[in-house]
């Protein structure tokens, strides 16, 4: 070869390889000095088959993505979406998400490859097939049944994408196009609230959404019925049109919660949560034998209920050991864990205590010694205490959250 830039060349490249007629070809490096040659070659790659070769055949580098997958040709290209069609008819598979249309972009064809990718699918198809994209151009909103951005592989369930799925709501509306708040994991450790919040935002802003789960993880999720139970429900009242105008936009708010329960007639009943201010506390150094620990007022503005907490651990070091809150100076409950800096426990009234990372993945569960207090309506003292560990200790955060009084929802599509 009279040069070696092209296949020393790292952009798109992460597999090196190399076409000789149909035989796939891998390589290290380039030599580096002349005679410019590929080194520590192996043939027949990817079950390809080893062959002979003439002198001046032409050798062409394979574009790669950092997946391990090589992006086609024009010609190629047309030939798997047609061939995608035909696997759709042949099994009668109905839904298809063209996530990751914009590798079409690696034929050089700009633009136009992205919309015949889609045109040649679609045209080929002999039934009806729901399609999305993560990456919309305007032709393809011809055949484009929804747009449904936002992923859920970067955070946790309320953490991933969160601001660019919202924001993405008032695009489509602008274009007439449904409304889509993206993918979520179901996952082992997916929790009812976690969902709920979900649904909350789906039915504020009237916008559908995807679950991505596994036999695996339903099986091993406690609550995978209760989960399923208030997606079945929240989608009914959804549909049917059932929440008010100020339910909704209420819903739409991300730091807001709520909770639907079923009732006899049919209908519903919505709660909301209420979080309240933030109490702090710090490591503070005292004389022997004197408390350590910091007294709170919180007074619950709803009926009597199982205390709910959040706790948080914000910084970069260190960590605290067993929170303890006792009640009113009788009640006490006690968690034996430890939340370290960044990480979040949250505590919802069920005797089960959970960790997240700063990304909101949940990290592990414990279970709390006790039955969880209950907190009467109005004011209460709240004594807290823990274990500071590390240099410098980091400080804890808490808010509390109550249930307020249920909302009757009515299901309109039963008159």
Same mark, same amino acid.
């Given at each position: 070869?009279? @040069?070696?830039? /092209?296949?020393?060349?790292?952009?798109?490249?992460?597999?090196?390889?190399?076409?000789?007629?149909?035989?796939?070809?891998? /390589?290290? #490096?380039?030599?580096?000095?002349?005679?410019?040659?590929?080194?520590?070659?192996?043939?027949?790659? +990817?079950?390809?088959?080893?062959?002979?070769?003439?002198?001046?055949?032409?050798? !062409?580098?394979?574009?790669?993505?950092? /997946?391990?997958? +090589?992006?086609?040709?024009?010609?190629?290209?047309?030939?798997?979406?047609?061939?995608?069609?035909?696997? +759709?008819?042949?099994?009668?598979?109905?839904?298809?998400?063209?996530?990751?249309?914009?590798?079409?972009? #690696?034929? !050089?064809? !700009? @633009?136009?490859?992205?919309?015949?990718?889609?045109?040649? +699918? /679609?045209?080929?198809?002999?039934?009806?097939?729901?399609?999305?994209?993560s990456n919309s151009a305007h032709f393809y909103w011809h055949i484009n049944s929804y747009c449904n951005w936002g992923e859920p592989w970067y955070g946790g369930f309320r953490d991933s994408m969160q601001e660019y799925r919202i924001n993405n709501q008032a695009f489509l509306e602008r274009n007439y196009l449904p409304k889509m708040l993206g993918w979520y994991l179901l996952k082992r450790t997916t929790s009812l609230s976690d969902v709920e919040w979900m649904l909350a935002r789906s039915a504020g802003m009237d916008a559908g959404f995807a679950l991505q789960s596994s036999p695996d993880d339903l099986r091993k999720n406690p609550d995978t019925g209760t989960l399923l139970d208030a997606i079945r429900e929240w989608e009914e009242a959804r549909r049917s049109g059932a929440f008010s105008d100020g339910q909704c936009e209420r819903m739409k708010n991300p730091k807001?919660?709520?909770?639907?329960?079923?009732?006899?007639? !049919?209908?519903?009943?919505?709660?909301?949560?209420?979080?309240?201010?933030?109490?702090?506390?710090?490591?503070?150094?005292?004389?022997?034998?004197?408390?350590?620990?910091a007294q709170w007022e919180f007074v619950n503005p709803d009926d009597s209920q199982t205390l709910q907490f959040k706790l948080r651990v914000p910084g970069d070091s260190g960590s605290i050991l067993n929170p303890t809150f006792e009640i009113d100076k009788s009640a006490t409950l006690a968690v034996e864990v430890e939340v370290k800096a960044g990480q979040t426990l949250l505590c919802e009234g069920d005797g089960t205590a959970r960790v997240y990372d700063a990304k909101g993945n949940q990290v592990k569960s414990v279970k709390v010694a006790a039955e969880p207090p209950k907190l009467g309506s109005g004011r209460h003292e709240i004594g807290f205490d823990c274990e500071f560990q590390g240099e410098p200790a980091p400080k804890v955060v808490v808010n509390f959250k109550t249930m307020g009084k249920p909302e009757p929802v009515k299901n309109k599509a039963q008159g």
């Open positions: 070869m009279a @040069s070696p830039e /092209y296949f020393a060349n790292e952009k798109a490249n992460w597999m090196h390889t190399v076409v000789i007629d149909t035989e796939l070809i891998r /390589y290290r #490096a380039v030599s580096a000095a002349e005679p410019w040659k590929l080194l520590d070659c192996k043939r027949g790659a +990817f079950s390809t088959k080893a062959a002979a070769h003439r002198r001046g055949d032409a050798v !062409g580098k394979l574009l790669d993505h950092p /997946y391990k997958v +090589f992006f086609p040709n024009l010609d190629l290209q047309r030939e798997i979406a047609r061939n995608m069609a035909a696997r +759709f008819n042949e099994t009668g598979l109905g839904q298809m998400d063209f996530d990751g249309h914009e590798g079409c972009l #690696a034929s !050089g064809q !700009g @633009s136009y490859a992205i919309n015949l990718f889609a045109k040649d +699918f /679609y045209d080929n198809l002999t039934g009806t097939v729901l399609n999305g994209t807001s919660e709520f909770h639907l329960e079923k009732v006899a007639d !049919g209908g519903w009943n919505l709660y909301p949560f209420h979080d309240s201010d933030e109490f702090t506390h710090e490591q503070i150094q005292r004389q022997p034998g004197e408390p350590t620990g």
